[in-house]
């Protein structure tokens, strides 16, 4: 979140109806709630266990009139939700890691059949060797699979950012995978505002896909396409991915008129006024950049920071009128 300009706390940010401290992982299962979620399938690896437990709770205990389907994989997991947000529900799952991997086939199912599952993935590194810990190679080996993609850098983010996935995702029809770093948010706790329901509920309207599966009025979903078919319809995907760009900034700025806070939409900044030079980060560095950053200015040195915070699609504009003043 951009320091310059929400210097204000959880405590006093409208449209919030309490403060919880929880770890990121809750973060994440609070805005599925709040997004009412209809169908969730999820198989447990750590770091994100806290996540898919969390849900589990609410759903048996009818916090969350939610279908929790337990799966033996990941790849079940993607599978099943691709089923339901197919049949018309809203979608919700979570993973890491090398369970991001075994989810590949049906990534691309998602996005091709142009299915707005949202995907909330902890960031871990890949095996071998084998580790638990902070890496973004997982959810980078599938930036082409057709997923717009999110990288938080704040608990408070991965809940709003959930949201925003949600938003974005149904306008264009495109899964968003909402990524957070291992450990250094899934298991760390933090003040969260969590939203008014009612408020979410203005912000994001029930789900309502142009088309569904029905046996009344049956279609084929997935079947063949020729070349020139085929060409069309992953031309469409880029240009929804190239509308997504303008819609994260709308549903971003829509957000901090009724929440109080925003995360600059696609390019996050930190003290860019006259910077000479600039660190550029994504996830949870931002925030050790900023020190950096104010070590640096107190120093003399116009060190600027500049934090991805949609990876996908690439905010290469945004960047580029970044970057040209700088002298590196």
Known sequence: MSMETVPKGPISW?????????????????????????????????????????????????????????????????????????????????????????????????????????????????????????????????????????????????????????????????????????????????????????????????YDPPYKLDPSEPHTFGGLARPDTYMELRYKMHLAQEEAKGLFKKADEEYGKLFGRTYGGLVDTYRMDGAEVALVTAGTAASTSRIVVDDYRARGIKLGLIRIRVFRPFPAEDLLDLIRPLKK
């Open 14 to 206: 409208p449209g919030t109806d309490k403060v919880i401290v929880m770890e990121g992982s809750h973060a994440a299962s609070y805005a599925a709630k709040l997004a009412r979620v209809q169908v969730i399938s999820a198989y447990p690896i750590t770091p994100q266990t806290g996540v898919v437990e969390k849900l589990s709770e609410m759903c048996a205990s009818g916090e969350l009139p939610a279908r929790f389907i337990k799966v033996e994989s990941e790849h079940s997991a993607m599978a099943a939700c691709v089923g339901a947000q197919a049949a018309g529900a809203r979608t919700f799952t979570a993973t890491s890691s090398q369970g991001l991997a075994l989810m590949h086939e049906m990534l691309h199912w998602a996005a091709g059949g142009r299915l707005p599952v949202v995907l909330l993935n902890v960031n871990r590194s890949m095996g071998p060797p084998w580790t638990i810990y902070c890496d973004q190679n997982d959810s980078l080996s599938q930036r082409d699979t057709g997923w717009l993609q999110i990288y938080c850098e704040s608990n408070q983010e991965v809940l709003d950012s959930v949201l925003h996935a949600f938003r974005v995702g149904e306008q264009t029809l495109m899964p968003c995978m909402v990524n957070l770093d291992a450990f250094f948010l899934s298991h760390t706790t933090e003040p969260v505002a969590v939203p008014s329901q009612a408020l979410v509920d203005e912000y994001l309207p029930p």
